[in-house]
């Protein structure tokens, strides 16, 4: 079974290494810019929320996830061992995470095997 890992992480820390997916979110709308969501990860509802009241971060999402599925498919045939998936946002609090919660979730509850990773959630900058 392919083991599939969901990374967010910021980019001003440095790149994911050994990356199959790499989506750039810093498009999106900012919580850092909107003081009472700023000192909360994607994982909070409000800040998740936030991210995805923007319907181009659902398209975005919607046309990811069409073509994830072809490539996570194609991996699982072939029996690879591993697949990763990263998303990046500038400090790796907000937007990342609120997409790769989302993408994880969509993974868990269509029975692939997931698991997820928030790399710079914590870090002291993000404070």
Known sequence: ?????????????????????????????????????????GEKREVYDYVFSDERANAFFEAMICSLRIQLDRFIERDRASYTIAFGCTGGRHRSVAFALRTYNYLKENGYNAVLCHRDCKKADNK
């Open 1 to 41: 079974m392919t083991d599939i890992k969901v990374v967010s992480f910021g980019y001003k820390y440095g790149f994911i290494d050994e990356v199959n997916a790499l989506y750039d979110v810093r498009c999106f709308e900012n919580p850092y810019y909107v003081e009472e969501l700023k000192p909360f990860s």
